[in-house]
Every structure is written in C-alpha cells, then in structure tokens.
C-alpha cells in the first residue's frame, strides 16, 4: 500500500482469477456480501444499481452485532476495467451520516471517493483501489488494515469460484453469515434446462430428496403468491410433508421461495435459487436464508449436507437423460 497524498490511500493486489470474475465480485450483491467487510465480519445487506447515478448500499456487521452501512453513488462504469462511486457513512434506512454517527472521528468527510481499476495480468487481475478523503492517522490506519482484511476475504472468495467452475462436479457449502447456507454446483446442462427442472412438478418427484424417500408433488402453482406442497414417504410408511410460497420467479435465472417442514411448523426458510450460464453449463447457487442461527444450525447438522448433495446428484443424472 502507498498514498498517493496525505488524503488518498491506494493498494494494489494481485488476484489469481480472471479480471471477469473480480469484476462480478464487485459488482454483483449476492458475491460483494461473500467479502465485503474486514475479518470477522459478514454483509447482511448489499444492493447495487449498476449504472451512471445508480446507487450502492451495503452494511457491514461486526463480530458483537453492531451495523455499519455506507452509500455511494456511481459516476463511473467501464465494464470489467473501471469502477468510480462515492462513498459516504448511512443509517440502515440509507439517510447518508456522518462518521460520528457510528463513532467515528468527525474528520470523515460526507463524502469519499473509490476508484477501482481492473488490468488483466496473465491470466490474473490486478486490481488497483484509490480511497479518496480519508482523513490521516488512526483513521487512515484502520482503513489500511480494512482494506486489506477485505481483500484477503475477497482472495478466498475468488478461490473458492474458481474450484467450484473448475469442473469439479461436487457441491461447495459455505456459511458467510449466521443465518445462511450457501450451496454452489455447476451442472452439465443449460440453464434453461435445470430452471425447468427445479420448477416443473412432472420432474420434481425424480430429483427432490434422497433415494430413499418417495416425492409426491401435491401443490406447486409456480407463480408469485403460488403455494408449492411436497411430500415425502419413507418405506416403513412414514409421511413427512413441506410447503412454501413463491416471492419471485424470473426464467431462467432466478427463483425465490419460502421452505416449511410441517414436521417443525413456525420455522420458515427464504431459499433464492440463481441460475447462471457458464461455458455452456449451469452453476447452481442456493442461498437458504433462516430465521434464526439456532435454526440454520438446527437444519444443517441434521443432515442439510448429505441430503442436499443426494439431491444435486439425482438432479444431476436426470438432466443426462433429458439433453
């Protein structure tokens, strides 16, 4: 790390991932709240409108559960080569407040200025991020260190992308904050073929769930407001029966829908399903929301794992035999 002036900090990292993928990193909300924040800290609400006069807003939560969220403007936008947007503290309704406000020194200007420069490096990206308006001293230091902590977050990050597109057919389950699982798989097959698949009630029953289990489809109106009902039988004729609401469904990139195990009712789940194309495939990311840690916890040493990745296996075998 350099300055550039007493008022500009300015890092230069080299990141071992293709300058398309760091670009995303950046500019989508659902992989920026994967390592934005320095160590320890998780990113429970990112929003970006990508375009000229579109707004950034995020929040960072500490270790002992204290918010600190910032908004920003986008003056900027050269896809993959060039981000500028302001940068200013906000309360969590986006009112944009002094640094003071989360108890900060008051030499914080309203307004900073980021500038973020992607150059591709055999096969690599070097990334280029200039802070202006940062006061000097402590201040200056912490920010450094964020910086960086971010950055190596943001490392890891990449890292993992790139196991998971790397053709290595096995599912990556992470926990990037206390209430969520993220579950990503690429499979071998159209997007629009495995949106169809995770959506069509003639094709549920032949993937949802493990083998031992039998799925009857009772409800599924795929639609907004749409109820879905699924129920499972065991050989020994037990009966275990999910339901849910549909909130958003986008063909075919993007599914939203709440999860219900009746077994335990009062529980419910947000799962968002992102369908994108790669190379000809589909990566798969689930992001299951929970009410609470307990619950997430409660889920996934359960079984969440083994059943999940039965699950992608048979979703796996089926698109063979439907391309």
Known sequence: MTKGDTRELIITRLFDAPRKLVWKAWTEPERSMRWWGPKGFTSPVFKIDLRVGGESFSCMRSPDGKDICGKGF????????????????ADEKGNIVPASHYGMSEDFPLEMLITVTFEEHDGKTKLTLKHAGMPTG????????????????????LETEKSIVSGKNVPKFELPSDQEVVITRIFDAPRELVFKAS??????????????YTTTVEKMD????GVWRFIQHDQDGNKYAFNGVYREISPPEREVHTFEFEGM????????????????????TVTDLFQTVEDRDGMFNSGMKEGATESMDRLEEL???QK
């Open 265 to 284: 009712p009062g529980h419910v789940m947000l799962e968002t399903s992102m369908f994108e194309e790669f190379e000809g495939k589909t990566k798969l």
């Open 74 to 89: 986008y003056r900027e936008i050269v896809p993959f080569e060039r981000l500028v947007v302001t940068d200013s503290f």
């Open 138 to 157: 402590p201040d200056s230091e912490g920010a450094q260190q964020g910086w960086n902590e971010s950055f190596d977050k943001l490392a890891e990050y």
């Open 319 to 321: 698109l063979k035999k």
């Open 199 to 212: 959506t069509d009630p003639n094709l549920i029953p032949q993937w949802w769930g493990p083998k031992r």
């Open 222 to 225: 795929v639609k907004p407001g």
